[in-house]
């Protein structure tokens, strides 16, 4: 499953293959261009943005822009740049993802090896339900959290980045159990294993593609949150996309686009990371996760 | 996805769940209802309660805070006599379609040239799927800088000395859809890419081998064989595209705020105009109710079928 | 200092007994730069006081930061202080019992006696009692000009929106926007509205935003303003900026002559160190009709159960309308203090009008006060649409007459 299996091409500087790497070098650029329009601004200093092709090189570098984005820029009276939401954005994340990977990892085996009644209608109402728009849902959830008393704190705003991230992860995870093969279950069942133990010993350790694909799901979309982060918790916990809209919202009379961009890369950072570190996982856990089943 | 024909895509998976109801119905299905009571209470009281809770709000007079003061269908009859309000479904439309058709076909030509056992695929994959990391809210802050007429490309263009050049499709009221378009495809298609990537991983080597012996040209082989086995993937990426796109909202914010002049309006940012911007919470439930119906009116049908076919079978 | 402490000691004696620092969190939307260095001031004189200021910043104007404060207030775990435009949206927060009695203070403090014009309070003010404390006026009616444009140009500085009109193909020609104009679309509808208290005169304007008379919305003197407004419309071709204060900028460095806007964009003026009437022009009322609207911004304050709390929101209430908040707040924010009394020494040439106009009592009431945010976001999307379009002159008027019939 993971070699390619297109039809081989024959000679190294065939006409096709110029055409086939020509194509994706072409798009290539096409992809990488705003990155390195981001990277090349946030090193320039203001003068030069002015005055110069956005495309070109600084000509001379500076990393003022990051150091401004990270410790200077302004939220309100703040002056302490994104560092201050970095932490606050690691913890809100950490038990999110956790929380969120956690029940829809369970919720999908069960959906996929303990079917029950009803089972497929609740799973079809969650898909319906990625559709729509969650500004919708705003007060309501206002409502239902302050009648449980968590509104406002850390755990109110992970419950709220669980239910979020249910239909797609549980999706994910309903996809990749049903297509393990089935004497798999057959033989822990005769060994006595029940509904947990299967999970946790049998199932759990074969699974890591998935649990990363899920994860750099959830990693993205909770670190990238703004609406979620600023409604459901206080100041004193606001994520660091609050100070990135703070400051690429906020002009002090010229739009910084070289803090903008810095400021942007940073925030981007932790996501990025991830990515680029999962690499083939991700492709192996959406192949199995996507497309199957 | 979850929910579509598998003896396409896999062979692997057999009818687990049919025969192992049976030995194991109350019990164990317990430890099973508890373990997806998180689910079932999202479905029921996030997804179901709080869209009911919008859906009743919709028919009162709701300003600035929920109440419920029911004045029947005055806020459809307002709803439909808003002209943003026609602007914000042509709009969604054409971006809908657009996206749908541009973001399916790259990400298969993308995929489709990736299988083609390239050096560096790892590379190319990496390069592709990287703006998926990042928001809406960096990505159309990106293209705004991009499309900026004065320093953007079209001011790179004129400094070359083609000074007639014209591209800033952010300030022209015609092209701004275009202009969210080309963000969104950057920002979405390395996901379908990598969707279909997978797809076409999955396809037996025997089908390439039998076409290449019957001597049918590599592109045909795509069109009549690969393409119509590979339809889970399609629905897949369809419904993952979909659901984007209906509630584009922060892309619209960040790049053009609507702009110019309303031409870039789209639904979600109707609704959260109408409950934030105009303290009409009523109006924007009623919008919203609107987008709701459309979507269930479209994959209620989907549902029944992919969920029908499988309980007959 | 020293004399500020005190004073505002002993308002924090007659408003409450305060008995230890209260971590009091205030959320606003002040983020630009002279609006930040205003806020700062309030933030100063608060911790002098002894209390902690825990700031609640977003940035994005009210539309972003409004949903936050409302589900704050609705899921019970409230910020203790919250910036609005006060007016009519307020009202329903006031209706269900979310908000902080401040009657009491008022009255100790003489709010009636010394807020100027006292149409502030009455906005503040719902059935009897009073629910706000106003900061500050702040006045749409200016139309801001940078004189140095003009000197190059050999022209002299425009007096009165005729004449701006007239020399602006010789500004167009000499590279120049004559009018900057954001791409928001509260900033158009703003400023259609100043040229129609301009052009149509007072009565007119009362009669259609006031009284909402869909006649006079669609008469012969609304019609002069949409011709006006069509006209306004070319002179702003190539203002491609979004934010008001990134418009205030091209006026600032000269890539545009002119802009009109709120005095909120004076504080811009001030940080980018230029004087006012030296190196740019002030034009109240476009300089045809000297009137000024009185809106402004007023602090509302949650209800909340702790006694400790509900004390330290009635002392920061009182301390917003103190003599010394008043001034330094107001001189850095660019906008007018709330009460007659005070000493403006360090205003410059461009407050002195403002102040002088509303000593005459030339006032008209805000729009915020007059409109509901339904109808203000329905002019917003209808103006806006006609700015960034070629929507003739006479259809607009007969879309801005059914908004303004359907008004409540």
């Known amino acids: 499953m993971d070699g390619p299996r297109g039809p081989r091409p024959r000679r190294i500087l065939s006409r096709g293959n110029i055409m086939l790497y020509g194509t994706l070098i072409v798009v290539a650029i096409y992809y990488l261009l705003p990155l390195w329009v981001m990277v090349m601004t946030s090193l320039k200093g203001m003068p030069e943005i002015r005055m110069g092709n956005i495309f070109a090189p600084p000509v001379e570098i500076t990393f003022e822009p990051w150091v401004k984005a990270w410790a200077e820029a302004c939220t309100g009276l703040n002056c302490d740049g994104l560092s201050r939401g970095f932490w606050n954005s690691v913890r809100i994340l950490v038990p999110s993802v956790a929380l969120s990977i956690a029940v829809a990892s369970v919720s999908g085996y069960a959906l996929s090896m303990w079917r029950f009644r009803g089972s497929e209608t609740f799973f079809a109402i969650l898909l319906i339900g990625a559709f729509i728009p969650y500004q919708v849902m705003l007060y309501p959830i206002v409502i239902l959290l302050r009648e449980i008393g968590l509104y406002g704190s850390l755990w109110g705003l992970v419950i709220v980045h669980t239910i979020f991230g249910m239909p797609i992860n549980t999706l994910l995870f309903r996809n990749w159990f049903a297509a393990i093969p089935e004497e798999l279950f057959k033989a822990a069942r005769v060994d006595g294993a029940g509904f947990w133990g299967i999970f946790l010993r049998v199932l759990v350790p074969m699974s890591l593609p998935i649990f990363t694909v899920s994860a750099i799901i959830q990693v993205t979309g909770i670190w990238n949150d703004f609406l979620f982060g600023v409604v459901y918790t206080t100041p004193a916990n606001y994520p660091m996309t609050v100070q990135l809209n703070n400051i690429v919202n906020s002009v002090q009379g010229v739009k910084e686009y070289n803090v903008n961009m810095a400021a942007t890369l940073l925030t981007g950072l932790v996501p990025l990371i991830v990515y680029f570190a999962s690499g083939k996982l991700f492709v192996r856990g959406i192949a199995a996760g996507a497309v199957k089943g | 996805m979850a929910v579509t024909d598998q003896a396409a895509a896999s062979p692997v998976r057999g009818a687990s769940a049919a025969p192992l109801r049976r030995p194991m119905r109350l019990f164990r299905n317990l430890s099973a209802k508890i373990a997806t009571l998180p689910m079932i209470l999202t479905a029921t009281v996030i997804f179901v309660g709080c869209t009911g809770w919008t859906v009743v709000h919709s028919f009162t007079s709701s300003r600035l805070l929920p109440r419920l003061d029911f004045v029947g269908l005055d806020q459809y009859d307002r709803l439909w006599s808003t002209p943003k309000w026609y602007v914000a479904i042509q709009n969604l439309a054409v971006f809908g379609v657009l996206s749908l058709i541009f973001s399916l076909v790259i990400g298969f030509v993308l995929a489709a040239l990736l299988d083609r056992k390239v050096r560096g695929e790892d590379v190319f994959r990496t390069i592709f799927l990287y703006p998926f990391a990042l928001s809406f809210v960096v990505t159309g802050l990106v293209w705004q800088w991009l499309l900026n007429p004065e320093l953007g490309i079209q001011g790179v263009v004129r400094d070359l000395g083609w000074t007639s050049f014209t591209f800033d499709p952010l300030y022209n009221r015609d092209l701004v859809i275009y202009g969210l378009l080309i963000a969104a495809l950057w920002q979405g298609t390395g996901l379908v890419m990598c969707i279909m990537l997978a797809g076409l991983r999955s396809v037996d080597d025997e089908i390439w081998k039998a076409a290449r012996v019957d001597g049918i040209p590599t592109w045909k082989t795509y069109t009549h064989v690969i393409i119509p086995m590979m339809r889970p993937v399609f629905v897949t990426a369809l419904v993952l595209i979909a659901s984007g796109i209906v509630k584009v909202y922060d892309l619209v914010v960040a790049m053009t705020q609507g702009g110019p002049g309303g031409a870039s309006e789209v639904p979600a940012k109707y609704v959260m105009d109408a409950m934030f911007g105009a303290q009409n919470l009523g109006q924007g439930f009623a919008a919203s109710t609107m987008m709701l119906l459309s979507v269930v009116i479209i994959l209620i049908p989907w549902a029944y079928l992919e969920f029908g076919g499988r309980r007959r079978g | ?408």
């Open chain 3, 1 to 408: 200092m020293r004399l500020t402490a005190s004073l505002l000691g002993a308002t924090a004696l007659c408003a409450a007994t305060a008995a230890h620092a209260i971590d009091f969190e205030v959320s606003h939307w002040w983020t630009s730069g002279g609006e930040a260095n205003a806020v700062a001031k309030i933030a100063e004189a608060w911790e002098a006081t002894g209390n902690t200021w825990v700031d609640g910043a977003i940035a994005g104007s009210g539309d972003t930061a409004r949903p936050i404060m409302i589900s704050r207030i609705l899921g019970g775990d409230p910020m203790d202080a919250f910036q609005f435009n006060h007016g009519r949206q307020a009202e329903e927060m006031i209706q269900a019992g979310l908000l902080l009695d401040l009657t009491d203070v008022a009255e100790e403090q003489g709010w009636r006696d010394i807020v100027n014009p006292p149409s502030l309070l009455d906005a503040c003010t719902y059935e009897g009692r009073i629910y706000c404390a106003p900061i500050n006026i702040h006045s749409w009616q200016w139309m801001w000009l940078n004189n140095s444009v003009y000197e190059e140009l050999g022209l002299p500085v425009p007096t009165n929106w005729d004449e701006f009109v007239d020399t602006a193909d010789e500004v167009r020609a000499a590279g120049k926007v004559p009018l900057a104009m954001g791409g928001q679309s509260w900033q158009s509808q703003g400023a259609f509205s100043v040229m129609a208290v301009a052009l149509a005169g007072r009565d007119a304007w009362m009669a259609v935003y006031g009284d909402k008379n869909a006649e006079v919305a669609a008469g012969p003197e609304f019609a002069r303003v949409f011709e006006a407004a069509a006209a306004a419309r070319e002179l702003s071709r190539g203002s491609n900026v979004q934010d008001w204060n990134q418009a205030t900028n091209m006026v600032i460095t000269g890539e545009a002559a002119a802009q009109i806007m709120g005095d909120w964009a004076q504080g811009e003026f001030a940080m980018a160190g230029m004087v006012a009437g030296e190196d740019y022009t002030c034009l109240p009322g476009l300089g045809v009709n000297a009137l000024i609207s009185t809106g402004g911004d007023a602090f509302y304050f949650p209800r909340q159960d702790d006694p400790e709390v509900t004390a330290a929101q009635k002392q920061f209430a009182a301390m917003l309308l103190s003599p010394e908040v008043q001034v330094s707040f107001n001189l850095a924010k660019g906008s007018l203090p709330v009460r007659g009394d005070v000493d403006l020494a360090a205003a410059n040439d461009c407050m002195r009008k403002g102040l002088e106009i509303l000593a005459q009592g030339n006032t008209i009431p805000d729009g915020n006060m007059l409109l509901t945010p339904d109808t203000t976001q329905q002019l917003n999307d209808l103006i806006s649409e006609f700015w960034a379009t070629d929507m003739s002159a006479a259809d607009a008027q007969a879309r801005f007459a059914e908004i303004i019939a359907s008004a409540d």
